[in-house]
């Protein structure tokens, strides 16, 4: 089926793919780049995250530390200052590390977000009651509970803080595996887009030389024709662009040239013969 469109309309048409093929192009470099960012913001985070856990479990190591300490030297005045220091800090780093879960949203992660702050919680509390029972002077029995219950919930907020820093991990890596797809993806999209671009730069061409160039060359060559007195019917281009009808006014133009130049033709032969006849009768009269 043959479109009856004119020149303006296939140039734009031309025009329009080259157009899509630009913002497809530009859309895969935003999408890149968007990917880009996603992922050195979910790096960012997971190193924040990674800090932050580092920062509780030296906290925690300062509080140990303390507690032991003070069971050690058997001293409650400057050590109890210090340890609430350490616990402040202590709790201040859990409750930061609530607030900033923004890296990955999975029950996985809350529930063990939760394990920790309650082990934290448990944890706050034994090291207050070593504390009364120091002051206190049951030194054995304070030793005891050191050893013995906060031991135990000490090893269980470690496996659930390993657990959270595995996760954080395992999201980072897996940014990281979508980041790298995506962006092979992309590149193939590219290299698709670039052969399409260049095939569709070439037809473009071909079409431009076939729809402009070659009708363009064939009305001067038979202007050529008409400069040189050759009046022979002149076709028209079977086309209804602008050359088209160019063509068909050139073609009428002909016949109009043609007409006039038989008929000029004609009157100039038929005063020949009366001239040849009133040149005869002349003879004879003389």
Same mark, same amino acid.
């Given at each position: 089926?043959?479109?009856? &469109?004119?020149?303006?309309? /296939? ?11 630009v913002l ?7 999408? @890149?780049?968007?990917?880009?960012? +996603? +992922?050195?913001? +979910?790096?960012? !985070?997971?190193?924040?995250h ?7 479990? /030296? ?6 530390a ?11 005045? &400057?050590? =109890?200052?210090?340890?609430? =220091? ?9 409750a930061?590390?609530?607030q900033s879960? +923004?890296?990955?949203d ?7 977000i ?6 934290g ?7 207050? =009651?070593?504390? @009364? @029972? ?8 304070a ?12 090893r ?10 595995? &996760?954080?991990?395992?999201e ?14 992309? /590149? ?6 670039? *052969? ?5 730069? $070439? $037809?473009?061409?071909? $079409?431009? $030389? ?7 060359? #064939? ?12 009046? *022979? ?17 050139? !073609? ?5 040239l /043609?007409?006039?130049?038989? =008929? ?13 006849v009133?040149? #005869? ?6």
């Open positions: 089926m043959k479109l009856n &469109l004119s020149l303006w309309q /296939r140039i734009g048409i031309g025009f329009f793919l080259l157009t899509l093929l497809f192009a530009s859309s895969l470099g935003l999408v @890149l780049a968007q990917s880009v960012e +996603t +992922t050195l913001n +979910t790096t960012q !985070a997971g190193t924040q990674i800090q932050a856990i580092r920062n509780l479990e /030296r906290h925690w190591a300062s509080v140990t303390t507690v032991d300490q003070m069971l050690l030297t058997r001293q409650t005045g &400057l050590i =109890e200052q210090s340890l609430q =220091e350490s616990l402040a800090a202590f709790n201040q780093e859990l930061n590390l609530d879960n +923004t890296l990955t999975s029950d996985e992660a809350a529930a063990t939760n394990n920790l702050q309650s082990f919680a448990e944890l706050n509390e034994l090291v207050g =009651e070593i504390t @009364l @029972l120091a002051e206190d002077g049951r030194w054995a029995q030793q005891t509970r050191r050893q013995t219950e906060m031991s135990s919930i000490q269980q907020f470690d496996d659930n803080l390993d657990q959270f820093g595995n &996760l954080v991990e395992a980072v890596a897996a940014s990281v595996s979508q980041a790298i797809q995506l962006q092979n993806s992309l /590149r193939t999209f590219w290299i698709i887009a670039a *052969a399409a671009a260049l095939v569709a730069g $070439v $037809v473009v061409s071909i $079409v431009a $030389v076939r729809i402009i160039t070659l009708p363009v060359k #064939e009305l001067t060559n038979q202007v050529q024709q008409m400069s040189q007195r050759n009046f *022979a019917d002149i076709v028209p281009l079977n086309r209804n662009d602008e050359i088209g009808k160019l063509s068909q006014a050139f !073609a009428q133009m002909a016949d109009w /043609r007409e006039s130049y038989q =008929e000029l033709e004609l009157r100039v032969a038929q005063r020949t013969q009366a001239l040849q009133s040149n #005869e009768v002349s003879r004879s009269l003389s």
